[in-house]
Every structure is written in structure tokens, then in C-alpha cells.
């Protein structure tokens, strides 16, 4: 998951009117189906009534991403009472389930590529030879 700030996740909806906390939740929601959550279409968030099963269904990925740390019962009522301050706190166990995964290693960071080298023996071995520099037809 992306590290944001809870902070921020608590003021941008004031400065954006709003918007920040609908593109937060479509945000985190992509990235925990990415991660295996189980959630549907964000769309869901705009329609009455509909949208209250789709906090449940992304309350139930919240439980799932944070291995249980916040139930989907108590990230469902963050949601649903606190609005952007329970997404801040939501977001604040998100950090901490990114940071023990890296700490302890389970998360595999980007690798930096190794360099390449002109002269290994391999690509010697399959040039063609031209010992001479003379052009062959």
C-alpha cells in the first residue's frame, strides 16, 4: 500500500471540497484488489443505498489487508460516522501494515537493475570475428 499521510487525509477534503475523499477511497480500493481484496467497482459509491453495501465490501478488504488489525465492523463505522477522519485512521493502519512488511521483509522492493557490461565473455563468444576491420560482402 502507499504511504500517505493521515494528516493530509484529514485536510485535503476541506481544500478539494470533498473530492480528496472519493479519490482516496478509489485509490486504496485499487490498490488492495491488487493485493487480493475482494472489492467492487467504485462506482457503487455514488449510488444511493448501493452505497452502503460497497463500505461494507471495502470495510471487508480493509480487514483483510490489514490482517485483521482493524475489523471490517469498526473500519465500516470509521467510514460510515467519521467520514475523512476515519479514512485518516484507516489510512494511518495502512502505513503500519506497509512498514512491518517491509521491515520484516515479506514485501519485495523494486530491485535495482544490474549494469550491463560490453565486453563478457558470452557476447565474445557470439560476436561474429573480424580480425582484419576489412567490410565482408
Known sequence: MKQRSPVAV???????????????????????????????TAWLIIVP????????????GVDSITNNKISNVIAFILLLLLGFIGQ???QDSFN??????????SENP???????TANTTEDQNTAPQNPTNTPSI
Open 88 to 90: 485518516a485512521i484507516i
Open 10 to 40: 484529514i485536510l485535503l477534503p476541506f481544500v478539494t471540497f470533498g473530492i480528496y475523499s472519493i479519490y482516496w477511497l478509489v485509490s486504496t480500493k485499487t490498490e488492495m484488489t491488487k493485493l487480493g481484496a475482494k472489492i467492487p
Open 49 to 60: 443505498l448501493a452505497n452502503i453495501w460497497w463500505y461494507w465490501k471495502y470495510s471487508e
Open 96 to 105: 503500519n501494515v506497509s512498514a512491518s512488511t517491509v521491515a520484516n521483509g
Open 110 to 116: 523494486v530491485s535495482p537493475v544490474a549494469p550491463v
